[in-house]
């Protein structure tokens, strides 16, 4: 069981101004599912590897020949190679007959149509890893590889296009994951993050999996800000937009909503409540 996401979700969030889209736009190039197949582990062990090699090449059999370098270490941890999504046979649209599974790691990682890996040294600085799927930071500079999706959590319930009826007790719900392990603890604002509670997690929680959140809220019929923040098994924790900006900049206008920007963003997502119930997207 895991998570796939790809490199831009949540890119409408590097607006300068928050853009009033519904969950899906912002947050939903993500899923989660159950993935069968062979360790790519496996594989090596009965072919072989060259000692020398630190790296692999992933290439697909699409029309474009996606091609992705990945770390070696990255095969004898969870790399798999996936015939089979929810029980069944892999849709084509999902890469079959086999595709490349790394869970955790960006979603264009996970080539698609898979048929050929080849073991090299070095990483092959491709097209796609060089030019498309990268980091620019405000330096101007960027990754030289961004690999791992960092522990990310948005309330899906309420949500922009969402509006209260009336003053009362609501259940606020979302999703978080991480692709470094196990989510540990979530936790909710409704006041713009002055206050936090902590949120109940709902079991399984699994490594590198959704985890879905709940926690009851009286809604008193004011404005609210709500918000999520989660922390994953390995210390880290999601930033708030403010910190994000600082350390990786924003645009510079407002891009059209649905443009596809291949920038990770995991920033804490603020919810606004106003006194009639509609729910909008805003920057708090």
């Known amino acids: 069981m ?36 062979v360790k790519l582990s496996t594989l090596f062990d009965e072919a072989g590897i060259d000692p020398k090699a630190k790296w692999f090449i992933a290439e697909g059999a699409d029309a474009p020949h996606l091609t992705r370098s990945v770390p070696l270490k990255k ?44 073991l090299v040294e070095e990483p092959a600085m491709s097209f796609w890893e060089s030019k498309v799927y990268t980091q620019i930071l405000p330096s101007g500079k960027a990754y030289q590889f961004y690999l791992l999706q960092e522990v990310k959590s ?28 196990r989510i540990s603890k979530v936790m909710v604002s409704a006041d713009g993050g002055q206050s936090w509670g902590e949120a109940v997690l709902q079991e399984p929680v699994l490594s590198k999996a959704f985890t879905r959140f709940r926690m009851p809220w009286r809604w008193s019929g004011g404005a609210a800000i709500l918000q999520s923040r989660a922390w994953d098994e390995a210390g880290n924790a999601q930033p708030t937009r403010s910190q994000f900006v600082a350390q990786r900049g924003e645009l510079k ?32």
């Not at 999504?85 to 264009?108: I, K, V």
């Not at 003053?167 to 994951?177: C, K, L, M, R, V």
Request: with cysteine; hydrophobic share 40%.
């Open 75 to 118: 095969a004898w941890d969870d790399a798999l190679i996936a015939l089979y999504q929810n029980g069944e046979r892999l849709m084509p649209a999902n890469g079959y007959p086999m595709r490349l599974l790394l869970p955790g790691y960006e979603g264009n990682m996970n080539v698609k149509y898979l048929r050929r890996i080849k």
């Open 2 to 37: 895991t998570f796939l996401e790809c490199g831009g979700n949540g890119a409408p969030l590097f607006s300068p101004q928050p853009l009033q889209a519904n969950l899906q736009a912002l947050h939903g190039l993500a899923s989660c599912a159950e993935w069968t197949g």
């Open 154 to 181: 948005f309330i899906t319930q309420p949500s922009p296009g969402v509006t209260l009826k009336e003053p009362g007790f609501y259940e606020i719900s979302g999703i978080a994951y991480s692709g470094a392990g």
């Open 253 to 284: 206008a407002v891009p059209p909503v649905g443009a596809v920007l291949n920038q990770h963003c995991n920033v804490v997502t603020s919810w606004g409540v106003d006194s009639a119930g509609e729910v909008k997207h805003v920057y708090a």
